[in-house]
């Protein structure tokens, strides 16, 4: 495959096809490595090389490349506040639990956030995301608290909840499609919230330069709203990942770590 052939001509492909509202993708049986993933790359908020150039085409590959080892670091700014997130691909292990997708395979994700500073004062959650064919899904998820580091809360989904989708038809710009699933929510010395369905519509809504610590990108925008109010904006760079997220609190990239 030629590589320098821009991320913009599949984009026109997929317009020509005009399926936004289907989901093409179908479970490879690679929960862990990337489809169509090509060589690696890192970047650092101000080092050379850390960000792609506004002016570029964009590549082809994955919204979000999913290898052992990637993992992904952001500024977080909410209510004037700034702390950071880190999220690590780690190796696939059953999902267990006790929900419907416990016997499949998935990599656990580890998530730190609120990091002060100290590398001490973390909030941690853990969660089990596999390939489905040209998709990210999570299975299920668990966070724990920053103070006792005891299991606070645990989340699964049925079948599973879209993290990212980079088939051709779910990155043309004006796609629109619906996503269903059921909620469980088990909050440790809680109420279990039991098979709530929600409904999560998708937009792309367009190919934008947006500059974060990390560098200068052209992204995929897209947007999620979850019921009636609650809407999140994402910005996707192929072989990069997630650069920034809107929505409740903005996230940004300062530095990423790709194979």
């Not at 994955?62 to 052992?68: A, D, F, R």
């Not at 994402?234 to 903005?250: A, F, I, L, R, S």
Request: charged share 25%.
């Amino acid at each position: 495959m030629n590589l320098v052939r821009g991320f913009a001509v599949s984009l026109l492909a997929a317009l020509a096809l005009a399926c936004g509202s289907e989901d093409p993708g179908e479970d490879n049986g690679n929960a862990g490595g990337t489809p169509g993933a090509t060589g690696g790359g890192s970047g650092v908020a101000g080092a050379p090389g850390g960000g792609g150039s506004s002016g570029a085409a964009m590549s082809r590959g994955p919204l979000l490349p999913w290898t052992v080892g990637n993992s992904w670091t952001y500024r977080v700014t909410e209510d004037g506040t700034v702390t950071t997130k880190r999220t690590t691909v780690g190796e696939l292990q059953p999902v267990g639990g006790t929900g419907p997708n416990k016997d499949k395979m998935a990599n656990l994700v580890i998530t730190h956030k609120n990091d002060t500073g100290d590398g001490v004062d973390l909030d941690e959650t853990r969660s089990w995301q596999a390939i489905d064919g040209e998709r990210v899904v999570r299975y299920r998820e668990q966070s724990f608290s920053r103070s006792t580091k005891e299991l606070e809360l645990e989340e699964f989904w049925d079948p599973h909840k879209l993290h990212v989708d980079s088939s051709a038809a779910h990155v043309a710009v004006g796609a629109t499609w619906l996503e269903s699933y059921k909620e469980n929510k088990i909050r440790v010395g809680g109420q279990a919230s039991n098979d709530v369905v929600t409904n999560d519509r998708w937009f792309v809504d367009g190919i934008e330069s947006v500059t974060v610590p990390a560098g200068t990108f052209e992204a995929v925008v897209l947007r999620k709203v979850s019921g009636s109010m609650n809407e999140k904006k994402y910005w996707y760079v192929p072989n990069v990942g997630k650069v920034k997220e809107t929505g409740g609190q903005v996230e940004e990239l300062t530095e990423y770590q790709v194979n």
